[in-house]
């Protein structure tokens, strides 16, 4: 799931009082993994209603974002659109991974290992249309603004922060900071404990925020640069050179100062380096979008959640009462305004 530059990016913790008033543009396909890979049984079986049908990702939607609004963030879902054709073989991997993780699964359930079985589940989770349109639904009866991105929905997400019409972009991935967002905040979906996979023990997992100007500045490159350190690294779009990490990578890109250069110091060629940083410079973006929050659609909600998915009627009350008002005053576009003036 993108590059991993954790040793070259510096986060702080983000505190939750420093959310409100803010819109942000949380990637949905991202957001939507993480749900579906974070909450499960014991033995890493999904959340499912009667039919069989898999609920994890409508119960994170639920609780998460009635917990941001309580909060006083304005959450903005974007969702992938066409991928470029460069993440091809990335798309294939990562499906055959899936299907290898949930045959390990299925083993390890049926040998008694409930800690290998959940780590399995996790590394399995399937995103498939029925859950993102089950996903895109539930959103719009809570009355959380969508965005349909024509490609990549970090890539939108980062163009609408770079915009300023959001705050900042959410992952869990840095691609945001190779598309232009100013701002990166991760965990934003995920604080609280968590789980670690292979182990009977947890982790406290914190909101944290970067800035992207300040990372640049840290490591001395520019944002063209970071793009060319991590094409050397590999990327979702691009395979990278074998035996070439982060801390390499900036080595050879201060060195020679672009990726061409230092894969010509490699004796290596890459002849598809112009797409692939073009997929970060000049992607296709929506300008056309709504982002205001909304007053949730009771009924709708409660018909979705209970009447289809069998969800506790008690359970999407309490989370339907923390996302209505009053709650904390909103912003659009810098200003501070009351809840109520969204609706």
């Known amino acids: 799931m993108g590059v991993n530059l954790s040793d070259l990016v510096s986060f702080t913790e983000l505190d939750p009082a420093q959310l409100k008033g803010r819109t942000v543009a949380i990637d949905a396909y991202n957001a939507i993994y993480q749900f579906l890979s974070v909450i499960r049984g014991p033995d890493g079986a999904p959340l499912m209603d009667g039919k069989g049908r898999v609920t994890s990702h ?4 639920l609780n998460r974002n009635a917990n941001l609004i309580e909060l006083g963030l304005s959450p903005v879902y974007v969702f992938d659109g066409i991928p470029s054709r460069l993440k091809a073989a990335t798309i294939r991997e990562r499906s055959e991974r899936r299907v290898r993780a949930h045959e390990e699964w299925k083993e390890a359930v049926k040998e008694g290992d409930v800690q290998k079985a959940y780590t399995k589940a996790t590394q399995s989770s399937k995103l498939t249309n029925e859950i993102v349109e089950s996903s895109r639904v539930l959103l719009v009866h809570l009355g959380i603004p969508i965005v349909q991105a024509p490609g990549e929905g970090e890539a939108q997400a980062a163009y609408m922060a770079a915009k300023g019409d959001v705050w900042s972009a959410s992952s869990q991935d840095f691609d945001s900071f190779l598309f232009g967002a100013p701002r990166l905040v991760r965990n934003l979906t995920l ?39 991590c094409i050397l690294v590999g990327t979702d779009f691009n395979e990278g050179i074998r035996g070439i990490g982060p801390k390499k990578a900036l080595k050879l890109i201060k060195e020679h100062g672009t990726a061409p250069k230092a894969l010509a110091s490699l004796d290596k060629e890459l002849p598809e380096y112009e797409e692939i940083k073009d997929v970060f410079l000049h992607f296709e973006h929506a300008d056309e979008y709504d982002l205001r929050l909304r007053r949730p659609d009771h009924e709708k909600v409660l018909e979705m959640l209970v009447g289809q998915f069998d969800f506790g009627q008690q359970r999407v009350e309490n989370a339907l009462l923390k996302m209505s008002p009053p709650a904390p005053n909103r912003p659009e576009k810098g200003n501070q305004r009351s809840l109520d003036s969204f609706f």
Do not use: V
Request: charged share 30%.
């Open 58 to 61: 409508l119960a994170g939607l």
């Open 191 to 229: 604080a609280g404990r968590r789980k670690m996979p292979g182990r009977n023990e947890y982790r406290d997992i914190k909101m944290e925020m970067a800035e992207l100007g300040p990372t640049l500045a840290a490591i001395g490159l520019s944002r063209e640069q970071l793009i060319d350190l």
